[in-house]
């Protein structure tokens, strides 16, 4: 009689080691055991159904209420003021003093800005002070210089160049784009000679110590620009802002502010001579009455400028920029795509419950000896039940983020919320990020359930590094230096992944989950999570192979 010899596989074994099918079939088992469980399937149901409902119902009960020249009670998008829109679709904010005249064709704008100098409401008590209440100051990006526009249309298409409260010389052009020019501050002593030459549809802007040795900061492409555009100077400042820090969190109050710039040398070459007219684009006119022969107070009473012989005074408020959540945008109630997501994390809750049971229930009933016996492959066995949660968690995901942001976003925008778009890509971003996010959460508890052998622990342990951190920066728990650091180098940075808007550099933005900004980029905060699951799944893997089932 023959005997046959049986290789009976180690426990370090890998993936395609060992004589008894490959990793599919492993797979296959894994799959059976997870929809054989109807608890766990239940789970991930429930997950998606508190991530849908959480986030609709949110959106639905964010309504904005108002009542116009005492008339009757309106809301919704009736008590919205006009929203401004610019060439590539974002909403912004478009409000300045403007001394302007047409150039048609080509032509060249020249200017040297002598002085900027502003003031913003009085915060020193913590509350902006009324009528009266300003105090000098200059805003880091309150705005002089030269600019040319589409049209005085809010939203049209423009190219300026300008010097900043705390910035130096930039080139801005339709809204979201910035390059910067020399550095400094602008003075009598100090002063910037800007320039602007327009051909065609191209706009080059150009900066100067001197007036005589020019050098070119940047060339934009304004397409479709008309054959007759406006042109001249500008002054806007956005509102002042004071963060207070505190234990357990901060708190950012602002009052309104504005901009004065000093020219002198203004020359227009490539048209007509015409007259310069002083408009308020926006009603972006001072706050408080510019003095003699500039015209009335603020609030689109009159042109804000003086003019005496060859030197013009302007002064200005409001902003030429991106809407951005928490920044500027004139007092708007704006939302994101991102916001109508609030219930992820408690779908997230239910994921990590299922995803460290499906591994550590096989400890407490002793049922990992059967597994084991059946596939010795530990690495096998691991690798299959991370693949199966982490496709169950994805697609339970997927759908509930997919179906919250059809479903909140139409919600939250009739109840009067201004929906800040994205493009395309970036919604794809937020929505298939979002379900990885949440598979890889479930990877994380399905290692630390092989880890810890415990469910309760496993899920304790793997709330504690998703949940909890999110949650103490979103409730301003902790200090906001802390709160930062939680969203840095826990796991819950990955939640960077639903920031759907762009932190501009112009623009005054606040570091905060409740606004939709985050310490890290969105690929940074996930790779985050990345790590942490890559390290949980090294260590269950390491366990798995020294400790006896």
Same mark, same amino acid.
């Given at each position: 009689?023959?005997?046959?010899?049986?290789?009976?596989?180690?426990?370090?074994?890998?993936?395609?080691?060992?004589?008894?099918?490959?990793?599919?079939?492993?797979?296959?088992?894994?799959?059976? @055991?997870?929809?054989?469980?109807?608890?766990?399937?239940?789970?991930?149901?429930?997950?998606?159904?508190?991530?849908?409902?959480?986030?609709?119902?949110?959106?639905?009960?964010?309504?904005?209420?108002?009542?116009?020249?005492?008339?009757?009670?309106?809301?919704? @998008?009736?008590?919205?003021?006009?929203?401004?829109?610019?060439?590539?679709?974002?909403?912004?904010?478009?409000?300045? !003093?403007?001394?302007?005249?047409?150039?048609?064709?080509?032509?060249?704008?020249?200017?040297?800005?002598?002085?900027l100098t502003g003031e913003h409401a009085n915060l020193s008590n913590g509350a902006a002070q009324g009528g009266g209440g300003m105090v000098p100051g200059l805003v880091d990006w309150a705005k002089a210089g030269i600019i040319?526009?589409?049209?005085?249309?809010?939203?049209?298409?423009?190219?300026?160049?300008?010097?900043?409260?705390?910035?130096?010389?930039?080139?801005?052009?339709?809204?979201?784009?910035?390059?910067?020019?020399?550095?400094?501050?602008?003075?009598?002593?100090?002063?910037?000679?800007?320039?602007?030459?327009?051909?065609?549809?191209?706009?080059?802007?150009?900066?100067?110590?001197?007036?005589?040795?020019?050098?070119?900061?940047?060339?934009?492409?304004?397409?479709?620009?008309?054959?007759?555009?406006?042109?001249?100077?500008?002054?806007?400042?956005?509102?002042?802002?004071?963060?207070?820090?505190?234990?357990?969190?901060?708190?950012?109050?602002?009052?309104?502010?504005?901009?004065?710039?000093?020219?002198?040398?203004?020359?227009?070459?490539?048209?007509?001579?015409?007259?310069?007219?002083?408009?308020?684009?926006?009603?972006?006119?001072?706050?408080?009455?510019?003095?003699?022969?500039?015209?009335?107070?603020?609030?689109?009473?009159?042109?804000?400028?003086?003019?005496?012989?060859?030197?013009?005074?302007?002064?200005?408020?409001?902003?030429?920029?991106?809407?951005?959540?928490?920044?500027?945008?004139?007092?708007?109630?704006?939302?994101?795509?991102?916001?109508?997501?609030?219930?992820?994390?408690?779908?997230?809750?239910?994921?990590?419950?299922?995803?460290?049971?499906?591994?550590?229930?096989?400890?407490?009933?002793?049922?990992?000896?059967?597994?084991?016996?059946?596939?010795?492959?530990?690495?096998?066995?691991?690798?299959?039940?991370?693949?199966?949660?982490?496709?169950?968690?994805?697609?339970?995901?997927?759908?509930?983020?997919?179906?919250?942001?059809?479903?909140?976003?139409? @919600?939250?925008?009739?109840?009067?919320?201004?929906?800040?778009?994205?493009?395309?890509?970036?919604?794809?971003?937020?929505?298939?990020?979002?379900?990885?996010?949440?598979?890889?959460?479930?990877?994380?508890?399905? !290692?630390?359930?092989?880890?810890?052998?415990?469910?309760?622990?496993?899920?304790?342990?793997?709330?504690?590094?998703?949940?909890?951190?999110?949650?103490?920066?979103?409730?301003?728990?902790?200090?906001?230096?802390?709160?930062?650091?939680?969203?840095?180098?826990?796991?819950?940075?990955?939640?960077?992944?639903?920031? !759907?808007?762009?932190?501009?550099?112009?623009?005054?933005?606040?570091? !905060? $989950?409740?606004?939709?900004?985050? $310490?890290?980029s969105p690929y940074a905060g996930f790779g985050v999570l990345c790590l942490w699951t890559a390290a949980a799944l090294a260590l269950a893997l390491f366990v798995l192979r020294r400790r006896d089932a």
């Amino acid at each position: 009689m023959t005997t046959r010899a049986i290789s009976v596989p180690r426990p370090g074994a890998g993936l395609g080691d060992g004589p008894r099918g490959g990793f599919g079939s492993v797979l296959r088992a894994e799959w059976t @055991k997870f929809r054989s469980v109807r608890g766990w399937v239940i789970g991930m149901i429930v997950a998606a159904l508190l991530t849908i409902f959480i986030g609709v119902f949110v959106a639905a009960n964010a309504s904005v209420g108002c009542q116009i020249n005492g008339g009757p009670a309106e809301s919704g @998008k009736a008590c919205l003021p006009y929203v401004p829109h610019g060439p590539g679709g974002e909403v912004v904010t478009d409000s300045f !003093s403007f001394v302007r005249q047409p150039l048609t064709g080509n032509g060249t704008l020249t200017a040297r800005v002598t002085s900027l100098t502003g003031e913003h409401a009085n915060l020193s008590n913590g509350a902006a002070q009324g009528g009266g209440g300003m105090v000098p100051g200059l805003v880091d990006w309150a705005k002089a210089g030269i600019i040319i526009k589409r049209s005085t249309h809010q939203g049209s298409a423009y190219a300026a160049m300008m010097v900043t409260g705390g910035h130096g010389v930039r080139l801005q052009y339709n809204f979201t784009g910035d390059i910067a020019g020399m550095p400094g501050d602008v003075s009598a002593a100090h002063p910037r000679w800007l320039r602007l030459t327009r051909s065609g549809d191209t706009i080059t802007g150009y900066d100067s110590a001197d007036g005589a040795h020019w050098t070119r900061v940047g060339t934009v492409q304004l397409a479709g620009l008309p054959a007759t555009v406006q042109v001249g100077l500008f002054a806007t400042s956005p509102n002042y802002f004071v963060t207070q820090n505190s234990f357990g969190g901060n708190s950012s109050i602002g009052g309104s502010a504005q901009a004065t710039g000093g020219f002198d040398h203004v020359s227009l070459t490539g048209s007509a001579p015409g007259t310069w007219t002083g408009t308020l684009v926006g009603g972006g006119g001072p706050v408080e009455a510019p003095g003699p022969g500039g015209g009335g107070p603020g609030g689109g009473q009159g042109p804000a400028y003086t003019r005496t012989g060859a030197t013009f005074t302007v002064t200005g408020s409001g902003d030429i920029a991106p809407v951005t959540p928490g920044g500027s945008g004139q007092g708007l109630p704006t939302t994101t795509i991102g916001q109508s997501l609030v219930g992820v994390f408690l779908g997230l809750i239910a994921i990590v419950v299922v995803a460290a049971m499906f591994f550590s229930t096989e400890f407490r009933r002793g049922l990992i000896r059967t597994t084991l016996a059946a596939t010795p492959r530990r690495g096998a066995v691991l690798a299959a039940k991370a693949a199966v949660i982490a496709a169950v968690a994805f697609v339970a995901g997927l759908v509930a983020v997919a179906v919250s942001i059809a479903l909140g976003v139409p @919600k939250q925008e009739n109840g009067g919320q201004v929906l800040l778009p994205a493009t395309m890509p970036t919604e794809i971003r937020v929505i298939v990020g979002t379900a990885a996010m949440l598979a890889l959460a479930a990877v994380l508890a399905v !290692s630390l359930g092989a880890i810890l052998r415990r469910s309760a622990a496993a899920i304790t342990v793997a709330i504690l590094l998703v949940f909890i951190p999110y949650l103490l920066a979103l409730t301003n728990a902790v200090p906001a230096g802390v709160g930062e650091w939680l969203l840095r180098v826990t796991p819950a940075a990955a939640v960077a992944i639903e920031q !759907s808007i762009p932190r501009y550099s112009q623009v005054h933005t606040v570091t !905060s $989950p409740m606004q939709g900004y985050y $310490p890290l980029s969105p690929y940074a905060g996930f790779g985050v999570l990345c790590l942490w699951t890559a390290a949980a799944l090294a260590l269950a893997l390491f366990v798995l192979r020294r400790r006896d089932a």
